[in-house]
């Protein structure tokens, strides 16, 4: 089993849509949690960035994190073709040293 | 402000080839991160430096994998010889200390035939 498990979709939705996207993970021990924006030929670019369970909004993104049942996700409002991308949820463990796990992406389609 | 340029973009070579790859991290940076990213998977982080010093290289395949970063500012990562399963795209990463925020380059591509 992965430590970060992460649907890769693709996911396809029309212009406007509310876009709920998922990771769950199996180590009680992650700490911090952040979603990734990655379009195609492209690094990867931070969007949210958070520590604690609850919700935490930027625009029309919100992320969302539920330490109890080990579970993330991303919700995009009003969603634009301009978001089509893969989106990557990332967790830092402390093992002695902080390490970044990435999830496999899930592939978004947004449809004008 | 630049972002983290990295070169070549795209490179083709026949196993057992070397290769190398060139990453220039954000002005002011100390940490530099090499990742690799396979098909439809996400980045897997192979070596992290804090200035000039490699403080985690566990995931480097130290039998052909190599790395350095003189004076603490440019990074290159190397293969040799290559394999047809190093087929990936290798990204380099920055932030300005480890924890903060990295910024990813665009990458390198890499094709093995």
């Known amino acids: 089993q992965k430590e970060v498990e992460q649907d890769p979709g693709p996911l396809s939705v029309p212009e406007g849509a509310i876009v709920s996207l998922n990771c769950t993970y199996s180590n009680s021990a992650f700490q911090y949690f952040m979603w990734y924006r990655q379009y195609s030929r492209k690094g990867p670019e931070l969007l949210m960035y958070?520590?604690?369970?609850g919700n935490k909004e930027d625009g029309r993104f919100t992320a969302q994190v539920d330490k109890s049942s080990k579970y993330i996700s991303l919700f995009i409002r009003d969603s634009q073709p301009s978001d089509s991308a893969t989106y990557l949820c990332?967790?830092?463990?402390?093992?002695?040293?902080?390490?970044?796990?990435f999830g496999a992406g899930t592939r978004l389609f947004v449809k004008a | 402000e630049a972002g983290v340029v990295q070169s070549p973009r795209y490179k083709i070579i026949e196993k057992k080839q070397p290769v190398a790859f060139w990453c220039n991290p954000i002005?002011?940076?100390?940490?530099l991160y090499w990742y690799r990213q396979n098909l439809g998977q996400g980045p897997e982080l192979l070596i992290r430096?804090?200035?000039?010093?490699?403080?985690?290289d566990s995931q480097l395949p130290k039998d052909r994998f190599s790395a350095e970063r003189l004076k603490g500012v440019d990074s290159t990562l190397k293969i040799q010889p290559a394999e047809l399963g190093d087929s990936a795209v290798y990204l380099c990463a920055s932030s300005r200390i480890f924890g903060e925020t990295q910024y990813f380059g665009p990458g390198t591509r890499l094709l093995v035939l």
């Open positions: 958070t520590y604690s369970s």
């Open positions: 990332a967790m830092i463990i402390n093992t002695g040293g902080f390490k970044t796990i």
């Open positions: 002005s002011g940076h100390n940490t």
């Open positions: 430096y804090e200035n000039e010093e490699a403080v985690d």
